[in-house]
């Protein structure tokens, strides 16, 4: 089944301790991002990538780092979370070119006390 | 800069039709998409526009107009299950999905 799997589905921390959000996708897109979703402000796009080693910020990318080293996976890392990043995040992927649908992950509920 | 806006709220009743309007002023467009979301759970495709014009699938129907910069997404028969959020997307060339702040729609009996 082609999906984006995203890891945890729930997460409480505290402040300062590092944590990292796993996110795969099993259908070969080379287009992977993350958006943080807040009462209010709607999706804001953290980091996207294009492809493996492509990188690039998206609207709110303080206190966040991202990799992809590999083509299916995108970790989001929090190196040191403070109570603000409380949020719900959701990892997404698709196809590279216009036209292509954003597939998007169930989502990871962040608590930071 | 890029501004996407779409009304916060609305409210109908079951069997009604309702229209979600969107505006939006961006630096690229590729297309524009449309997502509903219910609450705490990830946004599903509903349609996507790229040409001027009205696209029709089942019960809902979006429509475009690149030069006013405008879209909408029609939803007919309501029913309680179509309580939810409806997100406006642009499609900046191929790269970003720019998200408006979506609009909380509420079916009432």
């Known amino acids: 089944e082609a999906q984006v799997t995203q890891n945890p589905r729930y997460l409480i921390t505290v402040t300062g301790k590092k944590l990292t959000v796993t996110c795969s996708q099993n259908?070969?897109?080379?287009?992977m991002s993350w958006y943080r979703q807040d009462p209010g402000l709607g999706l804001r796009q953290i980091y996207y990538?294009?492809?493996?080693?492509?990188?690039d910020k998206g609207d709110v990318p303080e206190g966040y780092k991202v990799s992809r080293k590999e083509k299916r996976n995108f970790p989001l890392i929090l190196e040191s979370p403070s109570p603000n990043q409380t949020s719900l995040y959701f990892c997404a992927s698709r196809r590279a070119g216009g036209n292509e649908k954003l597939f998007f992950g169930s989502g990871t509920q962040l608590s930071v006390l | 800069g890029q501004n996407i806006d779409q009304p916060t709220e609305m409210t109908a009743t079951e069997g009604a039709i309702v229209q979600i309007n969107c505006t939006y002023q961006?630096?690229?467009?590729?297309?524009l998409f449309w997502y509903q979301q219910h609450a705490g759970e990830a946004p599903t495709f509903l349609s996507y526009?790229?040409?001027?014009g009205l696209e029709e699938k089942g019960r809902f129907s979006s429509f475009l107009s690149r030069s006013k910069g405008y879209s909408y997404l029609l939803l007919k028969e309501l029913q309680m299950k179509d309580s939810a959020s409806y997100l406006c997307?642009?499609?900046?060339?191929?790269?970003?999905?720019?998200f408006g702040k979506g609009t909380t729609l509420s079916v009432s009996s």
């Open positions: 961006t630096s690229g467009f590729n297309g």
């Open positions: 526009n790229v040409l001027d």
């Open positions: 990538s294009m492809n493996v080693e492509v990188t």
């Open positions: 259908m070969n897109h080379e287009y």
């Open positions: 997307a642009v499609d900046q060339a191929g790269t970003a999905l720019i």
